[in-house]
């Protein structure tokens, strides 16, 4: 009997803790997604420094869940990665962006600076890119 009464409490737990834990998701969703972003920006950057030749991170935005690309620029373009974010997180870019990428000098510097907002549902995250490189969550 005492083992039955143990069974339910604990069965009882994990429900509300499950629940509970449901309202967190879309948190770490759009965290992930946003240190994902970040990740591959300073994966183009590096690249592009350490062969010395331009390398650009591109974001098919019309897609869901939206994809992107990580290419090489020499002469050609060569992807060099893809991958996509979570369902349903929107990303946008400053009007100073074209064609939804940042390309990557072999100094590192990009070719625009401004912000990328990455949204899901009500919740926001911005990265910013500075005119000298630095890429950072705001």
């Not at 969703?29 to 946003?34: K, Y």
């Not at 997180?89 to 400053?94: A, E, G, L, R, Y």
């Not at 070719?111 to 890119?129: E, Q």
């Amino acid at each position: 009997m005492e083992l039955v009464i143990v069974m339910a409490i604990i069965t009882i737990l994990t429900a509300v803790t499950i629940v509970s834990l449901r309202g967190f998701s879309p948190t770490f969703q759009l965290n992930n997604s946003t240190k994902l972003i970040l990740s591959k920006l300073r994966q183009a950057q590096e690249e592009a420094i350490t062969v010395q030749e331009r390398n650009s991170l591109r974001f098919n935005l019309a897609s869901n869940p939206v994809s992107f690309q990580l290419i090489k620029i020499a002469g050609s373009e060569t992807v060099l990665e893809s991958g996509v974010l979570v369902k349903d997180v929107s990303v946008n870019f400053d009007p100073a962006a074209t064609n939804n990428e940042v390309i990557f000098s072999s100094d590192g510097g990009p070719n625009w600076s401004g912000n990328i907002t990455v949204t899901l549902n009500s919740s926001s995250k911005v990265i910013n890119i500075s005119p000298a490189g630095v890429i950072k969550i705001q």
